[in-house]
């Protein structure tokens, strides 16, 4: 604790109670934490967060939407969004500044009214697929990851990333969108390029 030196171990001794009294099952939550929907969230164990992340459950069937595993570590300013179904696995790593949704504002798919550009925005329809993150994923800083999405167990999401399809178990994925450029070789003990 005294790493962070006097002013930030009073801080991280206030989150540690706070984290105690409102998220017993969890290892550390920094405030500010916003949550919209908490009993729609379902949380697993030994949660880490950093400051000024937000979840948002807003599910259209009234069941649990958002899904977090056992040891996840969420950086500083994530924005994770669910409506239909989010799920992210164990021992997850979330670096600062992603953000994860299963919804938009549209479908923008061939003959929708609801999507028209003359329809504002907040106006428009909400669409959803599910989005699932496998064990031990790693998300870089800045990635944005979108509706309809499964990332396998042992991915690794580069920094900066946009993931709009399917990301493969053990694999590297950069760019936006983001495409698959290494995948571990367990025979090999090492990552190929693709």
Known sequence: MFRYGLWGGLVLFKNLVLTKVFFSSARLVRAPFRIRGRRFIQFGKRLTTGTDCRLDAMPTNGQVCLELGDNIQINDSVHIAAINSVKIGNKVL???????????HGSYGYNDIHSSPLVPPEERELSSDPVEIGDNVWIGEFVAILPGVTIGKGAIIG??????KDIPEYSIAVGSPAKVIKKYDFEQEKWLKI
């Open 94 to 104: 979330i670096a600062s500044k992603v953000f994860i949704s299963d919804h938009n």
């Open 159 to 164: 920094t900066m990333s946009v993931v709009t």
